[in-house]
């Protein structure tokens, strides 16, 4: 098991491919082969100074383990703008199972990957709560927790909350209703147009609503097998790819990070960009050239709390499912709240998001370990 901390070798990070400046920006970095499924797990803890951090666990596939190391250490520094700027007293973190490119998981190692994962985040000694994320489910956080108590979203038959997809669905509905009334002045979505990359839990249920509420859909998805849903909900499907091109209201990111590249957002034909997806922009820069563009963009660390104020609350004695959902709807007032500030200090909706959750961050007193606070399966 290998752990870079702040003090770690530059020597042996150089050496890995890994940038440093990025690893040292987190308080840990832990990168471990699993034992029984000899995979490659990075755990990244960026911040805990509200928190703990929560964040989920995804299983991927990756050109190469440091490709994946360097996604968890993207996700996890998403994590803690998403929980300060959601207000939750927790921190910023994200796990990554590596599955290297053309490999499958069988069931049985997907387990094995599991237990692994659950040693990885017992050793960090309730610094870091994991949940599930991209490629895992409740099932799936189950298997980590006969491994460590530091896991959230277990299956209601176990004593947990469940998974937190309709919970970041409704966010992103939310943030999608907040984005049309700022560029349309109208809240309602019935005759508008969205368009849906990545039909996956949130996608899926967000179509669903969307298709509902009477919006006319344009959706793909890396799954071939997922237009029968497309077929089920009546929205128009495509293959993936040129998704982008289509002229839409709103555009809906819901697959993995970096899709809005340079060229993508130059090729865009609408009015917003709204999605699940977390680190959606490949690069920084693309924040300036959407509003150079007239395009709204909603910060996904923004857009997609839906779950992690679903799984923090829900863990808390005496949660009151309404009050919860009351609170995921709050981002779509939050969001707002972004567009005014940047719009009022003519900066990109980005630097306006950050802002939020900085302010939040330097008026902390830090959390320590010391505080008594116990994170417990939920």
């Known amino acids: 098991m290998t752990s870079f901390h702040a003090d770690a070798s530059l020597d042996a990070l150089h050496a890995a491919s890994i940038d440093h400046e990025t690893v040292l920006d987190h308080e840990t970095v832990l990168i471990t082969r699993g034992q029984r499924s000899g995979l490659t797990i990075s755990v990244a803890v960026h911040s805990t100074r509200l928190g703990p951090a929560l964040g989920g666990a995804r299983v991927w596939h990756y050109p190469t383990w440091r490709d994946a190391v360097e996604d968890s250490l993207r996700l996890s520094r998403g994590m803690t703008l998403k929980n300060a700027a959601a207000g939750l007293n927790r921190g910023g973190g994200k796990s990554v199972v590596f599955v290297p490119d053309g490999e499958t998981l069988d069931p049985e190692r997907k387990r094995l990957a599991m237990l692994d994962l659950g040693d990885a985040v017992e050793s960090l000694a309730g610094r870091y709560q994991t949940a599930e994320d991209v490629g895992t489910n409740a099932a799936d956080m189950a298997i980590v927790a006969e491994r ?18 309709d919970a970041t669905a409704q966010g992103v509905y939310a943030s999608i209703v ?13 005759g508008r147009h969205a368009t849906i990359s990545g039909l996956g839990q949130v996608g899926s249920r967000l179509a669903r609503r969307l298709s509902d509420e009477g919006m006319s859909l344009i959706v793909t998805d890396v799954n071939p097998a997922r237009r029968a849903f497309a077929e089920e909900i009546s929205a128009s499907w495509i293959d993936p790819g040129d998704e982008h091109l289509f002229e839409t209201d709103v555009f809906v990111p819901c697959g993995v990070g970096g899709a809005l590249t340079a060229e993508v957002i130059s090729e865009l ?18 924040a300036e050239q959407l509003a150079d563009r007239g395009i709204l963009w909603a910060p996904d660390f923004i857009a997609n709390a839906g779950g992690v104020i679903y799984l923090d609350m829900a863990s808390r004695p005496g949660a009151d499912l309404t009050a919860i959902l009351a609170c995921v709807d709050d981002i779509g007032r939050t969001l707002s709240a972004v567009y005014r500030d940047a719009a009022a200090r003519s900066v990109t909706t980005l630097a306006a998001a950050e802002k939020l959750a900085a302010d939040r961050l330097d008026a902390a007193v830090p959390w320590t370990a010391t505080q008594g606070q116990v994170l417990q399966s939920v």
């Open 269 to 286: 034909r609408c009015a917003a960009v709204v999605g699940a997806a977390n680190n959606q922009l490949a690069d920084q820069g693309g």
């Open 178 to 190: 907040a984005s049309l009334e700022t560029v349309t002045g109208s809240p309602l979505l019935a």
């Open 148 to 165: 460590t108590s530091h896991v959230s979203g277990l299956p209601a038959d176990r004593g947990g909350v469940g998974e937190p997809s």
